[in-house]
């Protein structure tokens, strides 16, 4: 059925995302906010808010109880998920079709599917999707991880089953290390994501981080090019292109081939990531896992494929079709994203809460600010640091890069820590700018010999 009124689950750059495209749609939108969000962007421009608890995500965001409720008392007929928190939460999908709401995502099934991300290689190797050697499934204890290890090989990657980010994840050089590593990646699991299984990958070195953004209406998917996201620091994205400045068009278009391929395994529905890491040199890619939701980084392939994500996420929910062929979507141009957090990257990006005393945001020809803050604005400790996201297009990479610096040295925010400084070195980086770099080019190459080194 068509949507007239959408809650919004989330909070800053990305609620307020949702709710311009909810008006761009004729459409209402109620932001759900937290006692300590009460007087955000997002609360202001919503055509109507609700409070659904105290300050602490726990209390607010990840209530999926007090999320239904609110849209049942608001009169809302879906529910738009954002990223993070409730996200990819199968349960919560679930909840909301019980409620006889629309989950503005995929159903509680596929998210089940897709969230173990043994059970997503599995079902990517069905697919015919390549993947790094490992387990097929979780590993039991000790025993049947040395098993594996001896089969694959050091080093290995431990990672969570049931979760992303960086968390749950550890490197294991050499097996004396290995009982110690998996009890420590499994009880970090336990703690993030409720759930303390980990499977175990051979750990590739000096690899790209490179995804392929998806969309499917549960029988065909179509992809909208690939993304990037290879300068990290401990997992954790900082900055994210489109299209990869590293692959060839001929492993570009297999590693499409393949995401869609995966999304026609499940029968996926709405927007998706398949991520991927790649070894620039071999030209060979394998599956990491599926992120059922929208992702921080979608405007860099919004730029360039002309395609609004978050539009089309809500009329499929809508029951709408998805009126588009392969051949509709094309890539025009070159596109960055900085996320600029509130961190001092001079103290291992740690991030630092408090009181926005200036806020001035770059303008001009090609330059998209995503931000929910202004001037005044006081920055909460209890979520994450990102202040905004600065997206820069060119016809080619080039100028992309020469719009984000001018974007970046025009760009003021003072009374927190950010890093803006760190975005301009790093767009100063002769390895960067060649398109030279890997997931750990920031700790091992970049900041070699660096006192902050250790912190990466």
Not at 38 to 55: H, K, M, R, W, Y
Not at 257 to 269: I, K, M, P, T
């Amino acid at each position: 059925m068509p949507i007239r009124r959408v809650l919004v689950a989330n909070r800053g750059e990305i609620a307020l995302r949702v709710i311009r495209a909810c008006r761009d749609l004729g459409i209402e939108a109620i932001q759900a906010h937290s006692s300590a969000d009460a007087d955000t962007l997002p609360v202001q421009l919503a055509d109507a808010s609700v409070e659904i608890g105290g300050p602490q995500a726990a209390e607010s965001y990840l209530r999926g109880d007090a999320i239904i409720e609110a849209a049942m008392r608001m009169g809302a007929d879906a529910i738009h998920p954002g990223y993070g928190f409730l996200s990819e939460n199968a349960v919560f999908s679930d909840a909301c079709a019980a409620a006889g709401l629309i989950f503005i995502g995929p159903t509680g099934a596929v998210i089940d599917m897709m969230g173990d991300k043994a059970a997503a290689r599995s079902l990517a190797r069905k697919a015919g999707v390549p993947v790094t050697p490992g387990s097929r499934e979780p590993v039991a204890n000790y025993d049947a991880a040395r098993e594996v290890a001896r089969e694959v090989g050091y080093p290995l990657l431990i990672k969570a089953s049931a979760g992303g980010g960086g968390r749950g994840m550890r490197v294991v050089e050499t097996e004396d290390k290995l009982r110690e590593t998996l009890e420590s990646a499994a009880r970090e699991a336990e703690v993030a994501f409720g759930d303390g299984g980990v499977y175990i990958e051979k750990y590739l070195s000096d690899v790209r981080h490179v995804e392929v953004q998806v969309f499917g209406d549960g029988k065909k998917t179509l992809h909208f090019g690939e993304r990037d996201c290879s300068v990290q620091r401990r997992h954790q994205k900082l900055v994210e292109e489109s299209p990869s400045p590293a692959l060839t068009q001929k492993l570009r278009e297999e590693m499409a081939a393949a995401a869609c391929a995966l999304g026609d395994q499940v029968g996926y529905e709405g927007a998706g990531t398949v991520e991927f890491i790649v070894d620039a040199e071999t030209q060979c890619f394998y599956f990491i896992e599926m992120n059922t939701r929208i992702q921080v980084e979608h405007p860099v392939t919004e730029e360039v494929t002309g395609h609004d994500l978050v539009k089309w996420q809500i009329q499929h929910a809508g029951g709408e079709a998805v009126d588009l062929h392969q051949a509709d979507i094309g890539i025009d141009g070159h596109a960055i994203e900085c996320r600029i957090n509130a961190e001092d990257p001079d103290r291992g990006f740690l991030p630092k809460p408090g009181t926005i005393e200036t806020f001035v945001v770059p303008t001009g020809p090609g330059i998209r600010v995503d931000t929910h803050v202004f001037p005044g604005y006081k920055l909460p400790p209890y979520y994450d640091s990102l202040l905004a996201k600065v997206i820069a297009r060119g016809r080619n990479r080039e100028e992309a890069l020469a719009r984000m610096r001018r974007a970046l040295g025009e760009m003021k925010v003072e009374g927190v820590p950010t890093t803006i400084g760190f975005h301009q070195k790093l767009l100063a980086d002769p390895a960067f700018l060649e398109g030279r770099v890997h997931t750990r080019y920031l700790r091992e190459e970049m900041y070699a010999g660096h006192p902050m080194q250790q912190m990466l």
